[in-house]
């Protein structure tokens, strides 16, 4: 079964609500301090399924001789594809009788060579037949898949070319953000896509003090005057910073 995933939200969740001079005195509003910058909880989860485990059949061989009845295949076999008894190395699958060479690939037409095969459209496929036509191809490098297939942004990948758009990082264990169509790992989501702290430039991975027409770390947002942070709902402005209630 498939899964496609596809973002349902968008990453940046920004408020933007404006906000300005209250009355007379001049005093600024810090917003909704609850405003969510950049949210973890959008991290998409990686969908893993096994390309083909289940579809992969067993074959066993076994050999016919005359007057043997100790095995299970003692007595005349009959070959499933053209009728004729079996002399020999019998293929037993699909809980019939098959001469090795009557029990052939659809695609190549080659018989089956080993223990495995599978079943396409009614049909027996060797195993290098089915990966070559019938496996999913990764969406990074285009080959086959025939383990582990990782299913994210509506298609199929090898789980070691799923990485990260930034960092390269196999993307298997946590999820990752989505941005342009391309997967990354959190941090260099943060890093590339997150606001930026108008005081230290870092990205802002929590919430966001949005004022004064920038976003900030709550730790950065501080009195320009004693530097602590001002955390009053109104402040004070000198020279585009905040100034707390004490200062101003
Ligand atoms: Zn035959
Ligand atoms: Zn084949
Ligand atoms: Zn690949
Ligand atoms: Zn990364
Ligand atoms: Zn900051
Ligand atoms: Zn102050």
């Given at each position: 079964?498939?899964?496609?995933?596809?973002?349902?939200?968008?990453?940046?969740?920004?408020?933007?609500?404006?906000?300005?001079?209250?009355?007379?005195?001049?005093?600024?509003?810090?917003?909704?301090?609850?405003?969510?910058?950049?949210d973890?909880?959008?991290?998409?989860?990686?969908?893993?399924?096994?390309?083909?485990?289940?579809?992969?059949?067993?074959?066993?061989?076994?050999?016919?001789?005359?007057g043997?009845?100790?095995?299970?295949?003692?007595?005349?076999?009959?070959?499933?594809?053209?009728n004729?008894?079996?002399?020999?190395?019998?293929?037993?699958?699909?809980?019939?009788?098959?001469?090795?060479?009557?029990?052939?690939?659809?695609?190549?037409?080659?018989?089956?060579d080993?223990?495995?095969?599978?079943?396409?459209?009614?049909?027996?496929?060797?195993?290098?037949?089915y990966?070559?036509?019938?496996?999913?191809?990764?969406?990074?490098?285009?080959?086959?898949?025939?383990?582990?297939v990782?299913?994210?942004?509506?298609?199929?990948?090898?789980?070691?070319?799923?990485v990260?758009?930034?960092?390269?990082?196999?993307?298997?264990?946590?999820?990752?953000?989505?941005?342009?169509?391309?997967?990354?790992?959190?941090?260099?989501?943060?890093?590339?896509?997150?606001?930026?702290?108008?005081s230290c430039?870092?990205?802002?991975?929590?919430?966001?003090?949005?004022?004064?027409?920038?976003?900030?770390?709550?730790?950065?947002?501080?009195?320009?005057?004693?530097?602590?942070?001002?955390?009053?709902?109104?402040?004070?402005?000198?020279?585009?910073?905040?100034?707390?209630?004490?200062?101003?």
């Amino acid at each position: 079964m498939y899964y496609h995933i596809v973002p349902s939200r968008s990453r940046l969740d920004f408020r933007t609500r404006k906000f300005g001079f209250r009355g007379s005195r001049g005093k600024k509003h810090i917003s909704d301090s609850t405003v969510t910058n950049y949210d973890k909880n959008l991290i998409t989860k990686i969908r893993q399924r096994f390309a083909q485990s289940n579809l992969l059949n067993k074959l066993r061989w076994s050999h016919y001789t005359n007057g043997s009845k100790s095995t299970k295949d003692a007595g005349p076999a009959i070959c499933n594809n053209c009728n004729a008894v079996i002399q020999g190395r019998i293929v037993t699958a699909l809980n019939k009788k098959w001469h090795p060479e009557h029990f052939a690939c659809n695609t190549c037409r080659k018989p089956i060579d080993g223990s495995k095969f599978h079943q396409h459209d009614g049909g027996v496929v060797c195993v290098p037949c089915y990966a070559q036509h019938y496996s999913p191809r990764c969406h990074g490098c285009g080959e086959p898949i025939t383990d582990r297939v990782i299913q994210a942004l509506g298609v199929s990948w090898h789980s070691n070319h799923f990485v990260c758009g930034g960092c390269r990082k196999e993307l298997g264990g946590g999820g990752f953000m989505e941005q342009a169509g391309r997967p990354y790992c959190s941090s260099c989501y943060a890093e590339k896509f997150a606001a930026r702290c108008a005081s230290c430039s870092k990205p802002i991975v929590d919430k966001a003090i949005i004022a004064l027409n920038a976003k900030w770390h709550g730790a950065c947002f501080t009195c320009k005057k004693c530097r602590n942070p001002v955390t009053d709902s109104t402040f004070s402005v000198l020279d585009n910073m905040p100034l707390c209630g004490k200062c101003a």
